[in-house]
């Protein structure tokens, strides 16, 4: 079996900022109360216009699962690792809290969880994905925002997305290869 | 003085014999998860036992969707969708996501409890339950010596599933004053087009071309499958036409939003169907072959045209013009969305007339994309023969509106009626989960009802203002500590939901059902015997003729018979209007001496240097309920007034300032935020803060409570109230 | 020894640094109890706080020294000599210091056992942390063979510990400037920066202790120790002059063109909610008023001392100006707690009582030493000051 390798496709314009994913990744990975705890987030974008000519986007996000992610070059214990399917996560066991992933990330995707002790952050849900489940910021969403899948499987529902629209990646300049693909 | 014991009693069971327990039903187990875990090495798990799934369905709001309930160790770690759910489209959202802060809520209400010093003061001892029913059933019967039974009025939520045993203690105990939310929401709406359609339709969101939403925040006030299905277009196919004072979300997905002038959409309606007709746009078979009265439209909708709501509304006439010929275009794939809260203005049932008219003109009644009538899925009733009592009056508030809901009431026609005390004094109040000093408009004239009531009661979750200004609060258990009876959900595509207990109720706290029948017990034999049934009784007699309802829901937490609507039943039937035919002009309006067709009315103009106030949802809160939960809160900490950026220039007011704002019925004080999201005659505040009561402890002090600024008007046919007609100073606090 | 003992401050002194010792050792009790979220002012914007900017002011400033006392023991310059065993010392004690500052910001300290099972060959952090490991190591053999005057022990140690003292800084300066997703802190300048400051800061604080180990003793300083005092001067000097002027090209390329991420942190300094650390601390107190106190021609010890304890309280501004306006910039739109699209950042209490108790820490064991063992070189013969001596 070829190897996976999960992205999330997003189209935002689908996205009505009500905040189910972000709640529901919360209770999910037993993320910490606090405002500035969370593994995903869904941002109000500028206001466009002036009234009465207004438009406005939403913007849906969480760690981008980089190919190249600079918070697994910059962690000095190896606590950080990229696991199968290209997931970059923390190992609570050997990270000594230095926070300086959550510097050298450009995406604000981590976050300190004082309840653990350690740095946290999206793992596309991996405790689900290991019993066949899709990420729950994915699977709650009322409108559908976001598409989970295996990249190479060219059948998956990503791949068709992606061979089917245009889309764009979050600072593609800064080399990170992210995975989390926004439809254009 | 009615006496207690004179009543014609002919009572009987409700039920058969069986009772087969509800073993709970589960989904798989949470130990292949944790197996998984354990090998892939990733996480650390050692808590396998004691962890199921279990169906049940939401009760963080009015949609009740559908949830596997993920139970780890004896606690309910995580609330999942129903993928199987088709009403909800198989999603959670983030209020039904938060539902296990509810469960886990160091606010909770854990005891009875009994007041101790004086009302509102917020002084309270802890009581067992027998003390409690008691003190409650003490006070009920004596209130009803004193002056009758229905001198205790009965408030209830909805949505609980459970409210149903609540209002059967208000029957049998003999109150007629039962008292619900409908006009506070929706009456004028289901008023307005019942008296057009015979029924209240569901628009086909799903698959209409093109939508018209009035003050639907569809993406903010979610409703399933509307809010979900609204998006489903996104991308050229649907067109979606937003009118609001307010920039919501929805706007943002609009393809066009008009911050039309509050007040005057029946102007924009009106001039639409001008449009329509006076171009011949209409469908001409359907309006001849399944409508009355469109003869007597032709001429009424004359003088409307575009160029005259343009000076009403605010909309220009081109546009109101090229919307409405979008609209017939696209019919009979277009609808002029119903919405759900109608408490506008003090004409709303007469506007919700016109949007129906305007729907049925173009033809779209039952068909796909446009208004389709609701089925529902038959459950067995719970009959009981409550028992009789001579000399109680009828409801306090009868001859209030033109079409009052007998269950229902008319909420602040009631508070009038209770505080002059005409015909009768009314002194006792149950409460049920309903908020009535949150969510009732102008709050001190809730209170001043409150002060001069004998007893109060309020069963609950949590210590809402109401329950902080009663005698007696009893803690009901959550919705997901309970079994609740099966309810049919009524829709395009009906459902059956149903939920079961994914823990075992926390502290003392008690479903409704044991609530009523303890308290039943105490009030006599013959009420208590119309509850002399198990949970488990009901649930087998309401699928006794269809026992498949039951499998269903315990094989995938839903049953439904369809998946795929179905469209035209009506056709070739009556429908339920006096005609039997779609009414455009009512007769029976104009035999009730009520505009058979609707005419626009002018409101008062806000006055200068005042500012009119709009309520609205967001997606965050189910009105007071979900403000002081902890995964809520983080998303919406305070509520603030927004005011547009031109008005606060004028004002020499800043954006984050702290701001009073000033009715003439009361005053709150919040931040303020400056947008240009809304009209700048208009002022907004989010619901669910300024609380009075100290057991809603992240909230308590935070924020301005826009019930304490509302002035109550009535909406004279249906009793619904109407909220935007409050107008308010802003002045820096 | 015995004037020490009897001068009337000293009690005081020891008084004070046990005092901030002891309420730092509380203030880190705390933060340990209620954890850092609650102690700490740092945040998921800013993450790194004072206790980092402390963290590299002392650990810049051991380098410092270093590389200072090498001019002496490893280049030769003999008037250098007789400060080298306070220098390395001092060193010593200022990287411990350092370590107790980031040991304190680290939320688990003992999983630093995996920097060796399971090291990043990759992390800025991990060579940092192996470079000042191992250089600690050296200083102290390098101190004990300066005490025990074995010459060739403290050439061969001393000529490490340069090594060490030009790759230490510019390592912590790549901690910072390898950080891709800040534009503030990536790219070559800071590790040279660093490296610069790290001078000044060396000079600076061997300068002070220079002037105080006379004049709190009584002790008349000879002309070798003016001597000394007056090319630390002039070395602090050349420093200065070359460190305005990489300030000034810092702010320049961030202000030019106004590149977003680079631009709003040097806004921040220049005119935002950093400029008066950046203005009155870095640029006055620490860069201004030294060299004037620097360059007129008839400066004093005295003079040499204040201008050394300005510029050293500049660099503590900019090792907190650099820490902290670096992270100000979000790396995303719409993030929660931004003031005009900015992070802000103040130090809570415990912070502070901790950056102040490793400064104790450094300051009370150096006194303690200074009280019990001599620095002295064996060479040196310190006179009273008595009138017969001219």
Known sequence: ?184 | MSRLIDKKLSRRRFLGTSTCALATATVGSQARVLKALAESGEVTTSKVAGSKDVFTACGMCVNKCGVIARVRDGRIHKLDPNPDYIKSRGMLCARGNAGVKVVYDPDRLKYPLIRAGKRGEGKWRRASWDEALDLVAKKMNAIAEKYTRAGVMFASTEGTFQEHFFLQMAECFGSPNTVRHPTLCLSSNIQGFSATYGTFPTPDVLNSDYIIMAGANRSEALITPDSIDQLKGDGGRRKLVYIDPRFTKTAAKADEWLPIKPGTDMAFVLAMIHVIVAEGLYAKDFVETLTVGFDKLVPHIKPYTPEWAEKECEIPARDIRRIAREFAKAAPKAVFYPGRRSSFADDDVQLRRAMAILNAVIGNWDTEGGLVPNSKIKLQKHDYLAPWYDDVPERIDKGSAVFLSEKDGSWTAMRDRILAGKPYPVKGMMIYKQNVVMSVPNRAKTLKMMDQMDFICTIDITMSDTAWYSDVVLPEATYLERQDPLESLSGILPVVAFRQPCIEAMFESKPNLWIMQNLAKRLGSEIAETFDFTMDDLIHHQVSKNPKILKDLKSNGVHYMKVLPTYGLTRGKRLRTKTGKIEIYSANYAKKGLDPLPVYTKHAEVPAGKFRLLVGRNAYFTHWTTANNAYLHELMPENTLWLNTTSAKKLGLIDGQKVKVKSPVGEGTLKLEVTDKIRPDCVYMAHGFGVLSKGQSLIYGVGACDAALIEEKLEPISGNVAMHQTFVEVSPA | MSAIVNKPGQMLWFFLLGGCLIAAAAAAGYSFMVGHEQAFNVTRGVPWGILIATYVFLAISCSGLCLISSLGHVFGFEEFTLICRRAILLAILCLMGAFGAIGLDLERPFNMIYTLLSPNFSSAIWWMGTVYGVYLGVLVIEFYALMTDNHKLSMITGSLGFLFAIAAPSVLGSVFGLTLARPFWHGAFLPVYILITALVSGTALISMVMYFQHALRGLEMDEKDRRVIRLLGRILRLMLFVLIFSVFWNIIVGLYGAQPGHYEPVKALVSGSLSANFWLGEIVIGLVVPLFLLMRKNRTPFSTMMASLMALIGMFFMRYDMTVAGQIYPMRQGAKGLTDGLFTYSPSVSEILIVIGCIAFSALVYTLVEKFLSLDLESEHHSQATPDNS
């Open chain 1, 1 to 184: 079996m070829k190897k996976k390798r999960y992205a999330i496709v997003l189209d935002t314009r689908r996205c009505i900022d009500c905040k189910a994913c972000t709640v529901a990744c919360k209770a999910e990975n037993d993320v910490p109360l606090g405002d500035d705890k969370f593994r995903n987030w869904v941002s109000e974008e500028p206001l466009r216009g002036r009234y009465p000519n207004l438009g406005q986007s939403f913007a849906p996000s969480q760690c981008n699962q980089c190919e190249n992610p600079p918070c697994n070059s910059v962690c000095p214990t190896s606590a950080t690792g990229i696991t199968a399917g290209g997931i970059v996560t923390v190992n609570p066991d050997k990270c000594i809290g230095c926070k300086y992933c959550m510097l050298a990330c450009p995406y604000d995707a981590r976050y300190f969880n004082e309840e653990t002790g350690v740095i946290d952050k999206c793992t596309f849900c991996i405790q689900r994905i290991a019993v066949g489940r899709i990420p729950a910021c994915v699977e709650t969403c009322p409108t559908k925002v976001r598409t989970f899948g295996d990249l190479n499987d060219p059948n998956s529902e990503v791949s068709l997305l992606l061979a089917k629209n245009r889309y764009r990646v979050l600072k593609p300049e800064l080399g990170t290869k992210p995975f989390l693909f926004y439809l254009i």
